[in-house]
């Protein structure tokens, strides 16, 4: 008889997954009770949407203010020709809808600010960022702490990736990450993007996310992990709480 809150066609369709003892049968329940957002549909935003829809996440927030460009479609897999011109969040929705029936999506074409984050990213397991500008990404992280939600950051551009993760109580935060960079901001309009390497780094994210979900795997928690594509090396860098992170005085 089948106990789970999975059907006998999740059952057949997670198999691999639940064979794996570290995600078993409680990790897939888990993961279709999960409910995450990914800020930013970009190149990082399209991979990870796509791995966590395929992996049976049950609820998808996908945040994004942008439109298709022509120039999006060599990493942003979810794209097409016929979708330029089209909202990111609805386009990746609708190439998301086939990939699992059963996902929930909830589409906000907006940028994230201060108060809007607060409220939009509220009642989520784990957020995930896949924005580019600097701006967006701190109001997501305050927004986090704010609501004791781990968040997993993302960054890719030319040969290089990035990965944090802030735990959902204790610091360091994207903000004391902040700290210690300078305010120079490039864009991948400027510098150029590697198509795999947001791939790479947006499919890392997704499981980082799942791996939170279902508690399995030793979390980098405040740590920054650097990929480099040229050397094709990883290096971990432990971020020491800022003194000067507002948000990180009273954790
Ligand atoms: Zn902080």
């Given at each position: 008889m089948n106990t789970s809150t999975l059907s006998h066609s999740q059952l057949m369709r997670y198999n691999r997954h639940i064979v794996l003892p570290q995600v078993d049968l409680d990790g897939q329940?888990?993961?279709?009770?999960?409910?995450?957002?990914?800020v930013g549909v970009g190149g990082l935003g399209n991979a990870a949407a796509m791995s966590l829809t395929g992996s049976g996440v049950g609820h998808l927030t996908l945040i994004d203010n942008d439109c298709v460009e022509d120039t999006n479609l060599p990493r942003q897999l979810l794209f097409s020709q016929q979708s330029v011109g089209e909202n990111k969040a609805t386009a990746?929705?609708?190439?998301?809808?086939?990939?699992?029936?059963?996902?929930?999506?909830?589409?906000?074409?907006?940028?994230?600010?201060?108060?809007?984050?607060?409220?939009?990213?509220?009642?989520?397991?784990?957020?995930?960022?896949?924005?580019?500008n600097k701006a967006t990404r701190l109001a997501?992280?305050?927004?986090?702490?704010?609501?004791?939600?781990?968040?997993?950051?993302?960054?890719?551009?030319?040969?290089?990736?990035?990965?944090?993760v802030g735990h959902p109580v204790c610091p360091p935060c994207y903000h004391c990450l902040g700290e210690l960079f300078s305010e120079q901001q490039l864009s991948c309009t400027e510098a150029g993007i590697f198509s795999p390497v947001a791939?790479?780094?947006?499919?890392?994210?997704?499981?980082?996310?799942?791996?939170?979900?279902?508690?399995?795997?030793?979390?980098?928690?405040?740590?920054?992990?650097?990929?480099?594509?040229?050397?094709?090396?990883?290096?971990?860098?432990?971020?020491?709480?800022?003194?000067?992170?507002?948000?990180?005085?009273?954790?």
């Open positions: 329940e888990l993961i279709a009770r999960a409910r995450i957002a990914v990746a929705r609708d190439a998301l809808r086939p990939l699992n029936p059963d996902a929930q999506f909830t589409c906000i074409d907006g940028a994230l600010t201060g108060d809007d984050a607060l409220s939009l990213l509220a009642g989520h397991d784990v957020v995930l960022d896949c924005t580019d997501v992280n305050a927004a986090c702490v704010r609501h004791q939600t781990p968040l997993v950051s993302g960054a890719a551009i030319r040969f290089e990736g990035q990965l944090f791939g790479i780094i947006g499919t890392y994210q997704a499981m980082l996310a799942l791996q939170i979900i279902i508690g399995t795997g030793d979390i980098p928690y405040g740590k920054l992990m650097c990929f480099d594509a040229l050397e094709h090396q990883w290096q971990s860098f432990s971020v020491p709480r800022s003194p000067a992170c507002p948000l990180c005085t009273n954790r």
